[in-house]
């Protein structure tokens, strides 16, 4: 399963901020992307966007351009968001793929999960008395273990 990564290609000064969002837009985040991410959690999780509250949860720069981390609370829960990028191209993706991932693994036999935010792209996962981190790659979530020499997974 891969994660759905949005690319954004960003016009400035060519949009504004749809008037449902409650929450302030951070002034390094550009409209279009601010917009995108509520429309996306709104529809993730079935909730109208100005049902939504948003929390940011990191925000920095470095060489590579802007990475800002969002949680998105509403009707049917909470969606981490990650957004990155540069000049004129921004990519964001959504927890709701590692949701759906740890859906696929556990089913219903671990009805009762959480997911952490570490950093930008990692995440702790709680399920059925076990912990397991997992990384953001570019072919999606990724949990991090290791295999012992008799191969056993850890």
């Known amino acids: 399963?891969?994660?759905?990564?949005?690319?954004?290609?960003?016009?400035?000064?060519?949009?504004?901020?749809?008037?449902e969002i409650k929450a302030p837009q951070p002034d390094a985040v550009p409209t279009d992307a601010w917009n995108k991410i509520h429309t996306r959690a709104s529809e993730e999780l079935a909730c109208p966007i100005e049902r939504l509250n948003t929390r940011t949860l990191s925000s920095r720069e470095d060489a590579s351009g802007a990475k800002h981390s969002f949680e998105i609370t509403g009707c049917r829960g909470t969606d981490i968001f990650f957004l990155s990028g540069s000049t004129s191209a921004w990519a964001f993706v959504s927890d709701m793929d590692l949701r759906k991932k740890l859906q696929f693994s556990y089913g219903d036999r671990c009805p009762t999960r959480s997911i952490q935010f570490i950093d930008d792209t990692t995440r702790g996962v709680e399920a059925c008395d076990q912990k397991t981190i997992y990384v953001l790659t570019p072919s999606g979530w990724v949990a991090n273990t290791t295999t012992d020499a008799l191969g056993k997974t850890r």
């Open 1 to 19: 399963m891969t994660a759905s990564i949005a690319l954004l290609f960003l016009t400035y000064g060519c949009s504004t901020p749809l008037p």
